[in-house]
């Protein structure tokens, strides 16, 4: 297939991808600004440093708040970060390789981009906002049906499950830094009331609430959280997970072609350092150590995939 | 010309054409309400599956559906012969003509049209002179503008032989059609289109470069996805199952064309081009086009690629060339011509131009390079102001304009505000030129919505209608 139309696969799945994390992550923002005795501000903050736009936010705003944040990255669109960017990103990735999807994936895709505009207009009303997060989420969930439900498991759709796992296993790792160490204590305190609910807010930006009781049956310990989203295979939003699907990708992809190819190398690489980590070392080294490396080796691994494929 | 427009659908007292009964049984015995809610249902339909266009002028990114018009247009299989006799022969013509002004000029040489008007046309293009293409085919989509005037009275209006658009629509609208009223369709024999990606695909091959070797590699070139026609490439690579690619999906080495592959590069046959001559090597024409791939002339001229259609084959539909077809089916072919131009005046032409600047306003003023309804004048539907405007440009480039009397084109029923009315309409068939010449039965009729408006194009607010053509 064409480099270019791969390309705009694989972009067009990251970026709806984008746009769910930062529904679930503007979510959890919300949920953590409403809680009693929440130091304002700091959530809303941490939640731009995940979204990886803390300076286009400083130069545009005063003050960091529920307000400004979720207008900056919910509703806008001039803002390449937002989530309406992102909708409208995925969308025009879609339109220019049209003839690669199926009729359910633009569709899917269309009609999310024609309801945004009044979507976007009734979050603004204040109220609306859990509404149009829930409604982001649900599309970015339709669209993830319909491609696996419609599409040829041929290369196409290995570079559409691809550009989403890359996305996802960023978003994972950044949240989990991010919000590791806003919530992590300075005393031993764990287990207060008020870091329950911000534990759980955490999991819940993740869908792994009900997963980590069923996992671990007990009270939110902020190192089981930590393996559970890093090691743990079973959960859809784990690095480790992430990782075993974009080596099963590449692996079928390289069988495809009858080529092996750099990323590949990578992918298993970082694959089997995730697989065969215990969760101490992960500690010991320390976790921001840890998640910042992991950060970069996805990074490269996505500009090695664009060398090997997209260009 | 002021006689009363050909109505389709009604003969002169009234009555219900035979061709017409069962549609007007259909709108008599369909509730006013749900005629409406199934109107509604086609605009959220296109919507829904993007099939827009974006109209020049009006900021980036607008994209508008054209409106579609649900009542179909009817053509009897006799008419259907008459014009698709007409369209075969003009378009064997055209393609003679071209292959003429590229090789030997014989047409020039024996005074047929005047050299000038061809080899100083802007249209022109001296890269092609000396090159054979396969099959003698430089136009190998044709779209041959119609109207209709009286019971067996079809004119040219206009010849489309570069990169003629809307064949999406003439599939699409049949589609919906079928979906929304699967019982009229069932009513009436209608002819099939929905073959046309196939009857293109296999055309195509057809003409594939001697050079070509194993399986053919067609595709289609796209000037990308802000071309008001894009979804029309997209939706014709799809049906015919071939990769659709941009300027920058290709490179050339050693004057053969590839294009990036996730396998790496692959070598492309024959390239049916939605980009426009100008644009299409930035190394050969305008070098600050980002759009096509630097050194394909140079591969095309090397007979290692084919290009449909062929690059210089807007000489053949020029406005001004336009008034020569006729005398071009007559020596080419020496037949007379089944199908004929409208009277048209040459501006270029002193006494022409003279009667066109006194009777602008009954008249239609072209540009002779313009196309798709930018830049005319429609003389009875001009305020004073608009005319006097227009004159001076006319004064000014009297070379460039061509002059028309408003034609009274035949009228079809059609859903307005006030119930279903008379608008008039024309029609576009498309003609596929390769080893052999296929017509497939139909064509794209475009609706002219406001009451009494004889401008069809969609880009100034016309509207399009499946056409039947019917099994005997």
Same mark, same amino acid.
């Given at each position: 297939m064409?480099?270019?139309?791969?390309?705009?696969?694989?972009?067009?799945?990251?970026?709806?991808e984008?746009?769910e994390?930062?529904?679930?992550l503007?979510?959890?923002g919300?949920?953590?600004?409403?809680?009693?005795?929440s130091a %304002?501000?700091?959530?809303?903050?941490?939640?731009?440093?995940?979204?990886g736009?803390?300076?286009?936010?400083d130069?545009?705003y005063?003050t960091?708040?529920?307000?400004n944040?979720?207008?900056?990255i919910?509703?806008?669109?001039?803002?390449?970060?937002?989530i309406?960017s992102?909708?409208?990103?995925?969308r025009s990735?879609?339109?220019?390789?049209?003839?690669?999807?199926?009729?359910?994936?633009?569709?899917?895709?269309?009609?999310?981009?024609?309801?945004?505009?009044?979507?976007?207009?009734?979050?603004?009303?204040?109220?609306g906002?859990? %509404?149009?997060?829930?409604?982001?989420?649900?599309?970015?969930?339709?669209?993830?049906?319909?491609t696996?439900?419609t599409?040829l498991?041929?290369?196409?759709y290995?570079?559409?499950?691809?550009?989403?796992?890359?996305?996802?296993?960023?978003?994972?790792?950044?949240?989990l830094?991010?919000?590791?160490?806003?919530l992590l204590?300075d005393h031993? %305190?764990?287990?207060?009331?008020l %870091?329950?609910?911000q534990?759980?807010?955490?999991?819940r930006?993740?869908?792994?609430?009900?997963a980590?009781?069923?996992?671990? &049956?007990?009270a939110?310990q902020?190192?089981?959280?930590?393996?559970?989203l890093i090691?743990?295979a079973?959960?859809?939003?784990?690095?480790?997970?992430?990782?075993?699907g974009?080596?099963e990708y590449?692996?079928?992809?390289?069988?495809m072609?009858?080529?092996?190819?750099?990323c590949l &190398?990578?992918?298993?690489?970082?694959?089997?350092?995730?697989a065969?980590?215990?969760?101490?070392?992960?500690?010991?080294?320390?976790l921001?150590?840890?998640?910042?490396?992991?950060?970069?080796r996805?990074? &490269?691994?996505?500009?090695?995939i664009? &060398?090997?494929?997209?260009a | 010309?002021? +006689?009363?427009?050909f109505?389709?659908m009604?003969?002169?007292?009234? #009555?219900?054409?035979?061709?017409?009964r069962?549609?007007q049984?259909?709108?008599d015995?369909?509730?006013?309400?749900?005629?409406?809610l +199934?109107r509604?249902?086609?605009?959220?339909?296109?919507r +829904?599956?993007?099939i827009?266009?974006?109209?020049?002028?009006?900021?980036?990114g607008?994209?508008?559906?054209?409106?579609f018009?649900?009542?179909?247009r009817?053509?009897s299989?006799r008419e259907?012969e008459?014009m698709a006799?007409?369209?075969?022969?003009?378009?064997k #013509?055209?393609?003679?003509f071209?292959?003429?002004?590229?090789?030997?000029q014989?047409?020039?040489?024996?005074?047929?049209?005047d050299?000038?008007l061809?080899?100083?046309?802007?249209?022109?293009e001296?890269?092609?002179?000396g090159l054979q293409?396969?099959?003698?085919?430089?136009?190998?989509?044709?779209?041959?503008?119609?109207?209709r005037?009286?019971?067996?009275?079809?004119?040219?209006?206009e010849?489309n032989?570069?990169?003629?658009s809307?064949?999406?629509?003439?599939l699409?609208?049949?589609e919906?059609?079928?979906r929304?009223f699967?019982?009229?369709?069932?009513?009436? #024999?209608?002819?099939?289109?929905?073959?046309?990606?196939?009857?293109?695909?296999?055309?195509?091959?057809s003409v594939?470069?001697?050079?070509?070797?194993?399986?053919?590699?067609?595709i289609?070139?796209?000037?990308?996805?802000y071309n008001?026609a894009?979804y029309?490439?997209?939706f014709?690579?799809? *049906?015919?199952?071939?990769?659709?690619?941009?300027?920058?999906?290709?490179?050339?080495?050693d004057?053969?064309v590839?294009m990036?592959?996730?396998?790496?590069?692959?070598?492309?046959?024959?390239?049916?081009?939605?980009?426009?001559?100008?644009y299409i090597?930035?190394?050969?024409?305008?070098p600050?086009?980002?759009?096509?791939?630097?050194?394909i002339?140079t591969?095309?001229?090397?007979g290692n690629i084919v290009?449909?259609n062929?690059?210089?084959?807007g000489?053949?539909?020029?406005k001004?060339v336009?008034?020569?077809?006729?005398?071009l089916?007559r020596f080419?072919?020496s037949e007379e011509?089944?199908?004929?131009?409208v009277?048209t005046?040459r501006?270029?032409?002193?006494?022409d131009?003279?009667?066109?600047?006194?009777?602008l306003?009954?008249l239609?003023?072209?540009e002779?390079h313009?196309s798709?309804g930018y830049?005319?004048l429609v003389?009875?539907?001009?305020?004073k102001d608009?005319?006097?405007?227009? #004159?001076?440009?006319l004064?000014a480039?009297?070379d460039?304009?061509?002059?028309?009397?408003?034609?009274?084109?035949?009228?079809?029923?059609?859903?307005v *505000?006030?119930?279903?009315a008379?608008?008039?309409?024309d029609l576009?068939?498309?003609?596929?030129?390769?080893?052999?010449? +296929?017509?497939?039965?139909g064509?794209l009729?475009?609706v002219?919505?406001?009451?009494?408006?004889?401008?069809?194009?969609?880009s100034?607010?016309?509207?399009?209608?499946?056409?039947?053509?019917l099994?005997?």
């Amino acid at each position: 297939m064409l480099s270019r139309t791969a390309d705009n696969l694989f972009w067009m799945s990251r970026y709806m991808e984008r746009a769910e994390s930062l529904a679930r992550l503007l979510e959890v923002g919300h949920r953590l600004s409403i809680m009693p005795a929440s130091a %304002d501000g700091t959530e809303w903050a941490s939640t731009l440093a995940i979204a990886g736009c803390q300076d286009a936010f400083d130069r545009e705003y005063e003050t960091v708040g529920a307000q400004n944040v979720i207008e900056f990255i919910g509703i806008r669109n001039d803002n390449p970060y937002s989530i309406p960017s992102c909708l409208e990103n995925a969308r025009s990735n879609g339109r220019a390789v049209r003839v690669s999807l199926t009729t359910a994936m633009w569709q899917s895709l269309n009609s999310t981009w024609l309801e945004l505009h009044s979507r976007r207009h009734s979050a603004e009303s204040g109220a609306g906002i859990l %509404d149009y997060l829930d409604w982001v989420k649900d599309r970015s969930t339709q669209f993830v049906g319909a491609t696996t439900s419609t599409m040829l498991r041929n290369d196409a759709y290995f570079f559409v499950m691809m550009g989403m796992l890359l996305e996802r296993a960023d978003n994972t790792a950044r949240l989990l830094d991010v919000k590791y160490h806003v919530l992590l204590p300075d005393h031993e %305190d764990v287990g207060g009331t008020l %870091d329950f609910y911000q534990w759980s807010a955490l999991l819940r930006a993740v869908t792994a609430n009900r997963a980590y009781h069923n996992l671990y &049956r007990g009270a939110l310990q902020p190192w089981r959280i930590a393996e559970m989203l890093i090691l743990r295979a079973e959960v859809p939003r784990s690095l480790l997970s992430c990782l075993v699907g974009l080596t099963e990708y590449l692996e079928r992809l390289s069988d495809m072609y009858g080529e092996r190819k750099e990323c590949l &190398r990578m992918a298993k690489a970082l694959h089997a350092d995730l697989a065969y980590q215990p969760a101490e070392d992960v500690f010991q080294r320390g976790l921001h150590e840890f998640l910042t490396d992991f950060i970069q080796r996805n990074n &490269r691994l996505g500009r090695q995939i664009q &060398r090997d494929y997209l260009a | 010309m002021t +006689k009363e427009p050909f109505n389709e659908m009604r003969d002169g007292g009234g #009555a219900v054409r035979d061709l017409y009964r069962g549609v007007q049984d259909w709108l008599d015995q369909t509730p006013a309400d749900v005629m409406a809610l +199934k109107r509604e249902e086609t605009e959220l339909l296109y919507r +829904k599956s993007g099939i827009t266009f974006a109209v020049y002028g009006e900021g980036g990114g607008t994209e508008r559906i054209i409106p579609f018009d649900v009542i179909p247009r009817l053509i009897s299989a006799r008419e259907w012969e008459l014009m698709a006799r007409g369209l075969d022969q003009r378009v064997k #013509a055209l393609n003679m003509f071209l292959c003429d002004v590229y090789g030997e000029q014989r047409a020039l040489d024996e005074g047929i049209i005047d050299p000038s008007l061809v080899l100083l046309n802007d249209a022109y293009e001296p890269q092609m002179q000396g090159l054979q293409v396969p099959g003698g085919v430089y136009t190998h989509v044709a779209g041959i503008d119609l109207v209709r005037v009286g019971p067996d009275e079809f004119y040219v209006l206009e010849d489309n032989v570069r990169t003629p658009s809307g064949v999406s629509y003439m599939l699409e609208n049949r589609e919906m059609v079928m979906r929304l009223f699967p019982d009229l369709f069932r009513s009436y #024999a209608v002819r099939p289109v929905d073959h046309y990606p196939e009857e293109l695909l296999s055309t195509l091959v057809s003409v594939a470069p001697p050079a070509a070797q194993g399986d053919v590699t067609t595709i289609v070139l796209t000037p990308g996805r802000y071309n008001s026609a894009y979804y029309e490439h997209s939706f014709l690579a799809d *049906e015919m199952g071939v990769d659709l690619v941009e300027g920058q999906d290709l490179f050339v080495a050693d004057n053969i064309v590839y294009m990036r592959t996730t396998q790496g590069p692959k070598r492309v046959d024959v390239i049916y081009r939605r980009i426009d001559d100008p644009y299409i090597d930035p190394l050969a024409f305008n070098p600050r086009s980002a759009l096509g791939v630097p050194g394909i002339m140079t591969a095309y001229r090397a007979g290692n690629i084919v290009l449909a259609n062929a690059v210089g084959a807007g000489i053949a539909d020029d406005k001004s060339v336009y008034t020569y077809v006729p005398d071009l089916i007559r020596f080419y072919l020496s037949e007379e011509p089944i199908l004929n131009n409208v009277p048209t005046y040459r501006c270029s032409e002193p006494d022409d131009l003279a009667y066109t600047l006194d009777n602008l306003k009954d008249l239609v003023v072209k540009e002779v390079h313009g196309s798709g309804g930018y830049g005319m004048l429609v003389g009875p539907a001009a305020t004073k102001d608009e005319i006097a405007t227009y #004159a001076e440009r006319l004064r000014a480039d009297p070379d460039r304009f061509i002059a028309q009397p408003t034609l009274a084109l035949s009228t079809v029923p059609t859903f307005v *505000e006030s119930g279903v009315a008379p608008r008039h309409v024309d029609l576009r068939p498309f003609i596929l030129v390769g080893s052999e010449t +296929k017509i497939v039965p139909g064509g794209l009729t475009r609706v002219a919505l406001e009451e009494g408006s004889l401008v069809v194009n969609s880009s100034q607010g016309g509207g399009t209608k499946d056409t039947w053509v019917l099994n005997e």
